[in-house]
Structures are given as C-alpha cells and as structure tokens.
C-alpha cells in the first residue's frame, strides 16, 4: 500500500511554468505506475500524464503533449509534472495517483491511491 500526496501548485500566468511533485510513503513506491490526472472547475475528472515503474514507458494527454514532462525518482520516492507554456485551459486541481501494477494506465478506474489535490490557476 502507498500513499501520495501532491505539492507545488499555485497561480501562474499563462505562458509561464510550474512543477507539481507527488511523494510517496513506503519502500515500494518503485513498484507502482503513476499518473497525474485534472478536474477543472465543472468538468469531470480527465488524464493527463502517465509513468511506469521505472521511468522508461510515458503517455500523455494530446491537450498537454509538447508542453508537459513527467518523470520520477525511485531513490527520492517522488513523482514530477513540469508544466511549460501553460494555459488558462490548464487551470484545474492536480491528482496524483498510484495503481499497483507496474505498467501504466490512462484510466482512472486503474487508480486505487490517490492524493488530496494540488490546485494550479493560469491567470490570461
């Protein structure tokens, strides 16, 4: 079992940058695929990036491709999303989440551990 909290949100304008992390409890955390998903205000709760245990397969949503990095760091028990050229259609709260498989997924149905939220608001 894992648990994951998200840190690094804020207010931004739009063409700038933000990096979230996600850290992890437990000596497993290698072991679980991550994934960053969105809910923005109104809307449901949509994919946005995804990692496997190991850092080497990556998928993204085509809404952020070309402007957001996911990566990890197994020694740190940390998971990053930098956000480049953000966008006012960025603003939402940030989720990360945990499955327990080490291949990853862009469904949240695949999700059992999920953090609190960070928000990120893009100002125009």
């Known amino acids: 079992q894992v648990q994951v909290a998200e840190s690094g949100g804020g207010l931004v304008q739009a063409g700038g940058s933000l990096r979230l992390s996600c850290t992890g409890s437990?000596?497993?955390?290698?072991?679980?695929?991550m994934a960053w998903f969105r809910q923005a205000p109104g809307k449901e709760r949509e994919f946005v990036a995804t990692?496997?245990?190991?850092?080497?397969?990556?998928d993204y949503a085509d809404s952020v491709k070309g402007r957001f990095t996911i990566s990890r760091n197994n020694n740190k028990n940390t998971m990053y999303l930098q956000m480049n050229s953000l966008k006012p259609e960025d603003t939402a709260v940030y989720y990360c989440?945990?499955?327990?498989?080490?291949?990853?997924?862009?469904?949240?149905?695949?999700?059992?551990?999920w953090g609190q939220g960070t928000q990120v608001t893009v100002s125009s």
């Open positions: 989440a945990a499955r327990g498989f080490g291949y990853y997924s862009t469904r949240e149905d695949e999700y059992g551990y």
């Open positions: 437990g000596r497993t955390f290698s072991r679980y695929a």
């Open positions: 990692i496997n245990w190991s850092g080497g397969s990556i």
